[in-house]
């Protein structure tokens, strides 16, 4: 019986990793833009990456219901950052951003 509960889980698992890795994929091309985007990605993976290296080292300091609570916490917190970011995506613009597209820039002059 515990088998069975363990291969459900693991099954859980790894469809979560894999509708995580294509949803990521697809918020990276829609909000973060291709010029900048290796950029800004570093710039968040060096703080979690030392979170992750000071909580491995300190693994046996937690018991593991302070692990799951801790995963839990984090997980609901990056589900209220997600909801706040599609609702800040569906706001109407302000501006038409289709006319700053289509203007050249290169004949304007340079206003040092």
Do not use: H
Request: hydrophobic residues 50%.
């Amino acid at each position: 019986m515990m088998g069975c509960i363990q291969v459900a889980g693991f099954c859980a698992f790894e469809a979560c990793v894999g509708i995580f890795w294509p949803s990521i994929m697809k918020m990276r091309s829609q909000y973060i833009p291709e010029k900048a985007r290796s950029t800004i990605m570093n710039f968040f993976r060096i703080p979690l990456n030392i979170f992750a290296c000071i909580m491995l080292y300190n693994v046996n300091a937690f018991p593991i219901t302070v692990m799951f609570g801790m995963c839990s916490i984090f997980l609901f917190v990056a589900c209220l950052l997600q909801r706040r970011l599609m609702v800040i995506a569906d706001k109407p613009k302000t501006q038409d951003w289709t006319l700053l597209k289509e203007k050249d820039t290169e004949a304007d002059p340079l206003n040092i």
